[in-house]
């Protein structure tokens, strides 16, 4: 017998309105239309938001946001985290959507209870949160194949179907309890965004060691990004980041991983000449580190001074 989170009781065609055409939005409204669904009308207010809307889904109108939810099968909510709640309500209120509509939201940090002002209304309500992150270029329709998903659905039947439209996407999809949904998002928002605050941090300080550096005998001119710096950390962090991935804290390495207090305090001297706040976060992340790896008690008080 055929297990219940294979079955796919989606339609082969949706009828979907996107609000809004902001980076996510415009990314999975394209992504949908590509695997056949049709994206009828979008709202967007901004002069960003619209020349998404007309450049990555022209065939859509650019309706008010009533008129999109009204005629939707499958309503996207792409609206930022901080706004979702106050557009379910204004939805809601205008009794604006249909009995039966799917209303998925992108939300990393909310589960299914923010839709139920709509599921009271009879729609389905799923939360399906790309663990993705979207620059508004076009590489983000792309990056959706092979990204996991984050899925909250009220019962087997609506995690069937959004099962079904991230696969058909390309996606992996992953099941999130209602009540883990903000370490979920907290997990994923220290994972990434983090992690850009760490490699802008490196490319400073490289930039700083490396000034006046001549590359094949010519004064160098080192913009950021994309810059000697970044060329210099990309192969080292691609690298560290397939050990983590693969090795977890067996991959570490350096000065914390092998207990070198001269070394580290070293650092953090030449980082806080450069930027006591830069210096700042090494010491955070040195402690954390330490910490995993099991640091003797001399480093570990070197890097809980303050």
Avoid: K
């Amino acid at each position: 017998m055929t297990s219940l989170a294979y079955a796919d009781p989606a339609p082969a065609r949706l009828t979907v309105g996107v609000v809004s055409a902001g980076r996510v939005g415009s990314a999975l409204g394209a992504a949908l239309e590509r695997v056949g669904h049709v994206v009828f009308g979008v709202s967007a207010n901004s002069a960003r938001s619209i020349h998404r809307a007309r450049t990555r889904l022209p065939e859509a109108r650019i309706l008010p946001v009533e008129r999109v939810a009204a005629q939707a099968e499958l309503l996207l909510l792409a609206v930022p985290d901080t706004e979702l709640a106050g557009v379910v309500d204004e939805l809601a209120a205008a009794d604006a959507v249909r009995p039966g509509t799917i209303v998925v939201h992108t939300a990393g940090a909310w589960g299914i209870a923010v839709l139920g002002p709509l599921a009271a209304l009879g729609a389905r309500p799923l939360a399906i949160h790309p663990a993705m992150t979207f620059t508004g270029h076009e590489e983000d329709a792309a990056r959706l194949a092979g990204a996991c998903f984050g899925i909250t659905a009220a019962d087997e039947v609506s995690y069937a179907i959004a099962q079904s439209l991230v696969l058909e996407i390309g996606g992996e999809p992953v099941r999130v309890p209602e009540h883990q949904r903000t370490l979920y998002h907290a997990a994923l928002a220290h994972g990434s965004n983090h992690l850009v605050t760490l490699v802008v941090d490196a490319a400073e300080a490289l930039r700083s060691a490396l000034a006046g550096v001549e590359l094949l005998g010519q004064q160098r001119v080192d913009p950021a990004p994309n810059g000697l710096a970044e060329r210099l950390l990309a192969p080292l962090l691609s690298a560290a980041l397939d050990n983590a991935l693969r090795r977890g804290t067996a991959g570490l390495t350096g000065p914390v991983a092998r207990g070198d207090a001269a070394a580290v305090a070293a650092h953090l001297a030449a980082l806080t000449t450069l930027d006591p706040q830069l210096a700042a976060g090494y010491r955070a992340m040195s402690l954390r580190t330490a910490q995993h790896v099991g640091s003797d008690a001399e480093l570990i008080d070197l890097l809980e001074q303050r």
